[in-house]
């Protein structure tokens, strides 16, 4: 019996242990999510300052017409963009997993395939704007003569420093992997204080502006990789070995980046077409207020997806450990967190958009304001789900998830073609489709994340829609009643973003925040403190 009770004692005592063990290391995954969180705003907020300051002094010193042309030559090669998107995709899933699991020897293999796939992609993509690209340069852009020869000269540098981007690619993932986002956040703020620098360099030349900033930027991309580089190479093992090549992860990496690239192919088509349609049937204000409502919503977008970023390797890192439990409280509080951190700002811009947009375009067009508005609900919609786009990357099997949604995607499309086209729909068609596709879209990710990682899908309707319903409606409520009596001025106007942040996060400790989080935030503050 005596026996007996000690073997009791010892298995309580050793739960005890591997208890205080699992806490201890998903404190120490909220922390550095909480640390990198900060750095990724401060950069952003950063970052966006700085290059609203850029584009005004650009502007001035280029000119309108040779800042349009550097934007329209760069657009070109730009539009390749999806695809290093895609292919960072796979990289820090696959380098993410590996890290999980502690196999380090397949890390550094995994890193090396990645790293030539990303080699040959950039020699493909060389070959394309080459050809390709710049027929497309010569012959179609609408280029005044004069400047026909700039025009070339910052098509090349373009094409430089998109090569070097791209290279640049796998390096950051695996920072991100590694979940030092302090490292990616003061690479990038150096890189905007570079660029920031390059537009005051240029009064200083007297030459050709133009051609002049095209190489200045792409020494700044130069720069840029190089730093990544060495980072990496000083920091990360699997940075630095050879060339190694395994035919079978390759497969699994081009599969996994095949279908992504559909993804983000049916994305990036959807932005562009539904803008040419709106262009076929309506007059190039309603085309310039739908640019805008996208800008201000993309602005809006990027605090969220920076949040989801410091989210991404923990994720799938529990995935690869097989902690579910641990995953799904990391998909709860980030879906609830990513949405409160759009929301506390999207609120009072909800509520004064006719103001801020006044403060901003002084005078506004037509459909603006409607415009920005949907395509806020729209990206508030996503803010929710963009937590569990992770966890379906995370189990590699992406197939039928880049399947549905990449086909609902085109789906806005078709949809809004039909309206306009045979019913005579109003341009404002096209962001009620994309609402009611992207609610669609939301509840076909909880099914398929389900499938694929095992998602609970009652728990996720309890722990986060309806903490997300209540936070909607009672700082709409409360907020919205605020704003109707105050007047329409900038302090006031400074109320109302204040006490939607005070109410909101108020609202969200009470109901958002589970018993575990609320004393880890509790310990967190107290220790900052003492």
Request: positive net charge; glycine residues 4%.
């Amino acid at each position: 019996m005596q026996i007996l009770r000690r073997k009791a004692y010892w298995l309580k005592r050793q739960l005890r242990q591997i208890k205080r063990g699992i806490v201890s290391t998903y404190t120490s995954s909220a922390n550095r999510i909480a640390k990198n969180t900060l750095m990724l705003y401060f950069r952003q907020i950063l970052i966006m300052l700085v290059n609203l300051y850029a584009v005004r002094v650009i502007l001035e010193t280029l000119g309108a017409v040779d800042y349009g042309i550097y934007t329209v030559v760069a657009g070109v090669v730009t539009m390749f963009t999806f695809l290093s998107g895609a292919m960072a995709h796979a990289s820090q899933r696959y380098f993410s997993f590996e890290l999980g699991q502690k196999n380090y020897e397949q890390l550094k293999k995994t890193f090396s395939v990645s790293f030539i796939i990303y080699v040959f992609l950039a020699l493909g993509m060389l070959l394309l704007a080459e050809t390709v690209g710049l027929w497309f340069v010569h012959n179609k852009l609408v280029i005044p003569p004069e400047r026909v020869i700039a025009a070339r000269w910052v098509y090349q540098t373009t094409v430089v420093s998109f090569v070097f981007t791209l290279l640049t690619t796998p390096y950051m993932a695996a920072i991100i992997a590694h979940e030092d986002m302090d490292i990616y956040a003061y690479v990038s703020i150096f890189e905007a204080v570079l660029k920031l620098g390059v537009v005051f360099l240029l009064v200083l030349f007297e030459v050709d502006l133009l051609i002049l900033y095209g190489f200045l930027m792409m020494i700044v991309t130069i720069i840029n990789t190089s730093i990544y580089r060495t980072v990496c190479k000083k920091k990360y093992p699997e940075t630095k070995v050879g060339w190694i090549w395994d035919t079978k992860l390759f497969r699994e990496l081009f599969s996994f980046t095949g279908w992504s690239i559909f993804g983000a192919f049916t994305t990036i088509t959807r932005v562009q077409v539904i803008t040419i349609l709106i262009n076929q049937f309506f007059n190039p204000i309603v085309v310039a207020a739908r640019s805008i409502a996208t800008q201000v919503s993309s602005a809006l977008n990027v605090f969220a997806s920076g949040f989801n970023t410091s989210l991404y390797a923990p994720i799938v890192k529990e995935y690869a450990a097989d902690n579910k439990e641990q995953m799904f409280s990391l998909i709860f509080n980030g879906c609830k967190m990513t949405f409160f951190l759009m929301w506390i700002f999207a609120l009072p811009l909800l509520l004064r958009m006719e103001y801020v947009l006044a403060i901003w375009l002084k005078n506004i067009p037509d459909y603006v304001v409607v415009f920005t508005k949907l395509s806020i609900y729209e990206v508030l919609i996503n803010s929710v789900s963009l937590p569990i786009m992770t966890a379906a990357r995370a189990s590699g099997k992406v197939k039928l998830y880049e399947l549905t949604l990449g086909s609902l995607q085109l789906l806005i499309i078709i949809s809004s073609y039909i309206w306009i086209k045979f019913f005579q729909g109003e341009a404002v068609v096209v962001f009620y489709t994309a609402i009611i596709i992207n609610v669609v879209m939301f509840f076909a990710r909880l099914f398929i994340v389900q499938r694929l990682v095992g998602l609970p899908l009652r728990k996720y309707l309890y722990k986060v829609l309806a903490p997300v319903f209540i936070i909607i409606g009672i700082t709409s409520l409360l907020i919205g009643g605020l704003n109707n009596v105050l007047p329409q001025n900038f302090i006031s106007l400074c109320g109302v973003v204040f006490f939607s942040v005070i109410l909101s996060s108020v609202l969200m400790s009470l109901v958002g925040l589970d018993k575990n989080m609320k004393i880890k935030i509790k310990n967190k503050i107290l220790g900052m403190l003492l």
